[in-house]
């Protein structure tokens, strides 16, 4: 079953995910204090006479469009003395601890004005630390002020007192920052101790050294047996995205590679068949682990890629059971029907929004017309029902606020969706029900996947909303046009969110153009990027659309 390519469907869905636990990292500075004898008394030398405070959020351009993302936090001014104190009283800097710079902007600004100046412009990070930014610079860009050689970690009581009382104010960013750097602490402590009980007792001291654990644990563990047991318990040790690796799950995966792909399979296979939860859940995720040696792996078992997939389906995380529908379409030819109908009621009544979204898609491309009463459904408005996720144990919930899902079909409406998905599955019974929808691109794309290829527009190919759905949608209606409309538009397609999309576009047209015998099928066999049917098209192009009308 080829993998090689499906953690890049969960990407983009993450990249809110991998923000949060990045902003936690910082790039260390020697620390400074020789410079300062106080930083808390050097800012509040420079505050003397603080008039006014305005504390406003700091808006971030980010190149993907998620409501997660967005605030609808405003400025709130402060101009009561006794409420000005308090807050300056609050800024308390450690200074043994300070000096180091997130690699971030921060997510809140503060300043603060004597009367209509601006004498210092602090950004909150993470409810935990501030950056002291300059506010005056002379002639040649310098500043002026004399800030902090770094940023300032606020003692905890007070950074505490700072966050509440803005969430008070409206401004909720630092104290949500805080609960989730708590969470994250009470995530990695639980997974720790999930993975140390994975592990003998005589191995736990080495366990937290990180660089000295392979080297006792090939030492300590005699067979290989129960090294892969140990070590399959280790990597499904995490409830969270199969997509992120810290170091629990490089040492497991760097031990596991020391092995043939041959025995890798026999264990995975065992380990799978295992009554332990874990382990089972580890040996999937190496299975399919990106550059894992299994990733072409075909087992002669057909029920492992059930089983594969019913750990996937059962995960309290809403990405993991996306990457649930990503396997599926691998693995639909080892299935039964049962299954398979088992796989896709369970996606198409998710709790989560975008998983069904995601099952709709899915059930199109993969031609399942068991789904067109559900999608027919969805076109007329009716309510879908939700089925609740199986009953899984206590230690494998993850907390409500960390379950996120990919967005798919970004700007789609549901109704948008199920047309598209209907699209695929050339139901010609539901264009009335398509047609009622307001005119956009997915209802244009969707008639043309339904014959009505003069709908397409060159704009379709090349999104602006990092609508991949739409795009790859599009593809396909030229596609089954036999590239006489749209050819031109498919072959410079615009990468939208996944480094895979320009390559899966090429392999496809290139199977069309082969299997219609195009001119030119020396070059078209060689061409192993668009830009390269981009130069066939520009020599054979009219040759082939005009070879196809006759």
Known sequence: MKRKREH????????????????????????????????????????????????????????????????KEKAVEIKDKQTIMMVIDNIVIDDEQSGFYCACLGDTAIKFFRKDKLIANLSFHHGRSL?????????????????????????????????????????????????????????????????????????????????????????????????????FCMLGSSNESWSMLDWIDQEAYKLLEDYGKEYLQNSVLSALKSNHRQTRRGASRFWIGWKSPLQEWEPEDNSLYGTLLTVLQESSLANNRQMALNNLKGASPYLSVEETDKFFFSALHDPDAN????????????????????????LKGTTVKIVPLPDIPDEERIFPEDDFSGQVGRKLSDKEIAAISLGYLNHADAVPFIKKLEPSPAH???????????????????????????????????????????????????????????????????????????????????????????????????????????
């Open 8 to 71: 890049e469907e969960n990407l983009v869905s993450e990249i809110v995910f991998f923000l949060i636990v990045f902003i936690f990292f910082s790039i260390s500075l020697p620390n400074s204090s020789a410079e300062t004898s106080s930083w808390t008394e050097k800012l509040r030398k420079a505050l003397d006479g603080t008039t006014k405070i305005v504390i406003s959020p700091i808006q971030i351009s980010l190149e993907i469009d998620d409501a997660k993302t967005k605030t």
């Open 131 to 231: 950056r002291w930014n300059c506010s005056h610079l002379d002639a040649d860009r310098n500043c002026l002020d004399d800030i902090w050689p770094g940023d300032g970690l606020l003692i905890n009581e007070n950074a505490e007192l700072l966050a509440t009382w803005m969430a008070q104010k409206g401004i909720r960013t630092p104290l949500e920052d805080r609960l989730r750097s708590e969470r994250l602490k009470q995530t990695n402590k639980t997974k720790y101790e999930r993975a140390a009980s994975c592990i003998p007792e005589s191995l736990k001291e080495y366990f937290s050294s990180q660089g000295r654990f392979a080297e006792y644990f090939n030492a300590t563990i005699g067979t290989k047996e129960e090294r892969m047991r140990i070590l």
């Open 355 to 378: 998983v069904r979204r995601k099952a709709m898609i899915t059930a199109g491309e993969m031609g399942y017309v068991k789904a067109i009463p559900y999608l027919i459904g969805v």
């Open 444 to 550: 244009d794309v969707a008639l043309a996947l339904l014959g009505e290829i003069d709908l397409l527009k060159e704009e379709y190919f090349k999104s602006q909303d990092s609508n991949q759905e739409l795009q790859l949608a599009a593809v396909e209606a030229v596609l089954r046009a036999k590239g006489m409309k749209g050819l031109s538009w498919a072959i410079d397609y615009k990468l939208c969110t996944h480094w895979w999309e320009p390559e899966r576009v090429m392999d496809k047209i290139k199977k069309m153009l082969l299997s219609n015998n195009a001119p030119g099928r020396e070059i078209i066999e060689r061409t192993a990027k668009l830009k390269d049917l981009r130069a066939w098209y520009d020599t054979y192009g009219e040759k082939y659309i005009e070879q196809m009308k006759n």
